[in-house]
């Protein structure tokens, strides 16, 4: 039997129309879309199918509605074709907000508590830093170590927080902090010979120490809410190593608002597991593209419309 991986899409994947085909097609996706309407008491549903995505791209509602996405693709597998999680996969794993979505997917958060913790993360990462404060920069063709060095010498250069927030994988690395350190980040790296450097529409910095408020805030949610042990083991961001003990999980999710996203260990830990095959289950085809970038004796696959679904049962063995 292959052994698989399934990942879950975090913030940036998010677009209007997405679970449109999927509600028109399954019962069971309106039904998640419609919990999840519940559980925020918002039509958060109808601002994913039809926007505006200025709405739809706020941190409080990208949030919640990638996880609703995410976790109706799964309900779909299960319902149409007897997926089993816990028989056809053997990790979990989940982009920033992803990680969410895979201990939601994997039964260890219920669906409502599930977004309403989202949403709570997204109003905190807003709050927590002032906008116009702090930025994000991806540096193409830079690898973990060369951009801690960038990192740390635009942080003594400005007296400002630089710190690297994702590790992509395939040469590209994300920074955060204040505005004016990732800023020298950027002479720094093409000082360096790194040219290629796009500012993030991000509304915070994300994943740096600014995010320690919002840690706080996270801190306090999750003590309240229950959590199971997950069906599978989920690869964690900030150890990019399998976790199923709950309050072990409980704290990497706090550390993960302020913690290096480890995607390409995460990636490289799951082969080194022997996984085969990662299958991206929700918006967007983001993490999918990352993997062939880190290894490309991987197979992937996404999916998020009835016909990937209708392929993806079709071959699973």
Same mark, same amino acid.
């Given at each position: 039997?292959? *052994?698989r991986?399934?990942v879950?899409?975090g913030?940036?994947?998010?677009?209007?129309g997405?679970?449109?085909?999927?509600?028109a097609?399954?019962?069971?996706a309106?039904?998640?879309?419609?919990?999840?309407d519940d559980?925020?008491?918002?039509?958060?549903?109808k601002l994913?199918?039809?926007g505006?995505?200025?709405?739809l791209?706020?941190?409080?509602?990208a949030?919640?509605?990638?996880?609703?996405m995410?976790?109706?693709v799964?309900r779909?597998?299960?319902k149409?074709?007897g997926?089993?999680l816990?028989?056809?996969a %053997?990790?979990v794993?989940?982009?920033?907000l992803?990680? !969410?979505s895979?201990?939601?997917?994997?039964g260890a958060?219920a669906l409502?508590?599930?977004?309403? @913790?989202?949403r709570?993360?997204?109003r905190?990462m807003? &709050?927590?830093?002032?906008v116009?404060t702090?930025?994000?920069v991806?540096l193409?063709?830079v690898? @973990?170590?060369?951009?801690?060095?960038?990192?740390r010498?635009?942080?003594? %250069?400005?007296?400002?927080?630089?710190t690297?927030?994702?590790?992509?994988g395939?040469?590209?690395?994300?920074?955060?902090?204040?505005?004016? &350190?990732?800023e *020298?980040?950027? %002479?720094i790296? &093409?000082?360096k010979?790194f040219k290629?450097?796009?500012?993030?529409?991000v509304?915070?910095?994300?994943h740096s120490p600014?995010?320690a408020?919002? &840690?706080?805030v996270m801190?306090?949610?999750?003590g309240s809410?229950a959590?199971?042990?997950?069906?599978?083991?989920?690869?964690?961001n900030?150890?990019?190593?399998a976790v199923r003990?709950t309050?072990?999980?409980?704290?990497?999710?706090v550390?993960?608002?302020t913690?290096?996203?480890?995607?390409?260990?995460?990636v490289? !830990?799951?082969?080194e597991?022997?996984v085969s095959? +990662?299958?991206?289950?929700g918006?967007?085809?983001v993490?999918?593209g990352?993997?062939?970038?880190?290894? *490309?004796?991987? %197979?992937?696959?996404s +999916?998020?419309?009835p016909?990937?679904i209708?392929?993806?049962?079709?071959?699973?063995?």
């Amino acid at each position: 039997m292959t *052994k698989r991986a399934l990942v879950f899409p975090g913030q940036g994947s998010q677009a209007v129309g997405m679970g449109v085909d999927l509600a028109a097609a399954f019962p069971v996706a309106r039904e998640v879309f419609q919990e999840t309407d519940d559980a925020l008491e918002q039509g958060l549903s109808k601002l994913m199918a039809e926007g505006p995505i200025e709405t739809l791209t706020l941190t409080e509602n990208a949030q919640p509605a990638l996880l609703a996405m995410s976790v109706a693709v799964l309900r779909v597998l299960e319902k149409e074709g007897g997926f089993d999680l816990s028989a056809k996969a %053997a990790f979990v794993a989940g982009h920033s907000l992803g990680e !969410y979505s895979a201990l939601a997917a994997a039964g260890a958060f219920a669906l409502p508590d599930a977004v309403r @913790l989202v949403r709570q993360r997204g109003r905190a990462m807003q &709050a927590a830093v002032p906008v116009g404060t702090g930025a994000m920069v991806a540096l193409l063709g830079v690898d @973990l170590e060369i951009g801690q060095t960038i990192a740390r010498e635009a942080s003594e %250069a400005s007296g400002e927080i630089c710190t690297v927030a994702n590790d992509n994988g395939g040469g590209q690395l994300v920074l955060s902090g204040h505005k004016g &350190a990732v800023e *020298k980040a950027v %002479a720094i790296a &093409a000082e360096k010979g790194f040219k290629k450097a796009i500012m993030l529409p991000v509304s915070a910095p994300f994943h740096s120490p600014l995010m320690a408020p919002a &840690a706080d805030v996270m801190a306090q949610a999750l003590g309240s809410i229950a959590l199971a042990v997950p069906a599978v083991p989920l690869v964690a961001n900030v150890t990019a190593s399998a976790v199923r003990e709950t309050g072990t999980i409980r704290t990497l999710l706090v550390s993960q608002v302020t913690g290096l996203v480890r995607w390409r260990e995460t990636v490289l !830990y799951l082969k080194e597991q022997g996984v085969s095959e +990662i299958v991206e289950l929700g918006a967007g085809k983001v993490l999918a593209g990352l993997v062939r970038r880190i290894d *490309k004796e991987i %197979a992937t696959r996404s +999916i998020s419309a009835p016909a990937d679904i209708e392929a993806f049962l079709a071959a699973l063995q």
